[in-house]
């Protein structure tokens, strides 16, 4: 969510374009897999993201498995994580062979993702504590995850208790208050008067949140996830 707000508004760098055009021409060259390693790195310090790119280095690994890089695969599927909602960390995770998936770093993402789908944001927090060799080397991580924690609560409630956002960010204290205030001044939140545990806080009325609000349309998978499983298929 996150990466997506900030890919839209950068300009691409050289070698994301580079790597664009390389990919164009042949994304089954072997030759073009450092370049794709490469702006993995990039997307890693620049806080960019471009799954399609990363797609087709794990799909190279597929046909060159001895120059498999799992420091670069780990980074791969972190950024995935950090895209949630969207469903890339199950793309990802298809082409990765099983014997690098049961590598602990690998069975540590998967229950990482797992609390994420799952919206056990308390237990998510924790277990990455326990990581932060992982999922600290990819800026922006903590961040993109909030943005998503949100998400999830914009959908579920009309008014969330203080403690509940609490626990799905990982904010406390002061450092919660100006969470609170700026999301107020900025995207609508009404904060209820006092302080302390017992405090609501009321998000903006979604067709989620406010079902009186849904639009009469078919419900359906997006186009734009059905569109990104046909090349992995093919």
């Known amino acids: 969510m996150v990466q997506e707000a900030i890919n839209g508004g950068a300009e691409k760098s050289q070698l994301a374009i580079t790597v664009e055009q390389l990919i164009a021409v042949n994304p089954y060259n072997p030759d073009i897999l450092p370049d794709l390693e490469n702006y ?8 960019t993201y471009n ?4 797609l087709c280095l794990l799909r190279l690994y597929q046909f060159e498995p001895e120059r498999m890089s799992t420091p670069i695969v780990a980074r791969i599927l972190v950024k995935a994580l950090m895209a949630m909602p969207a469903p890339d960390y199950s793309l990802c995770l298809f082409l990765i062979p099983e014997r690098v998936q049961i590598e602990e770093q690998f069975k540590t993402l998967n229950v990482l993702s797992h609390f994420l789908e799952t919206a056990r944001f308390r237990q998510f927090w924790d277990e990455a504590a326990k990581s932060r060799h992982i999922v600290e080397a990819v800026s922006g991580f903590e961040q993109a995850i909030r943005a998503y924690a949100v998400h999830v609560l914009s959908i579920t409630y009309q008014k969330v208790p203080r403690t509940i956002l609490a626990e799905a960010i990982n904010i406390e204290g002061v450092s919660l208050d100006k969470f609170l205030e700026h999301q107020a001044s900025n995207n609508g939140w009404v904060i209820e008067k006092g302080q302390g545990k017992g405090q609501l806080i009321t998000l903006p009325p979604t067709e989620f949140n406010h079902p009186e609000l849904k639009k009469n349309t078919a419900d359906g998978v997006p186009l734009e996830h059905i569109t990104r499983i046909f090349p992995i298929l093919g």
């Open 40 to 47: 993995v790195n990039e997307q890693v310090s620049s806080q």
């Open 51 to 54: 799954l399609d790119a990363n």
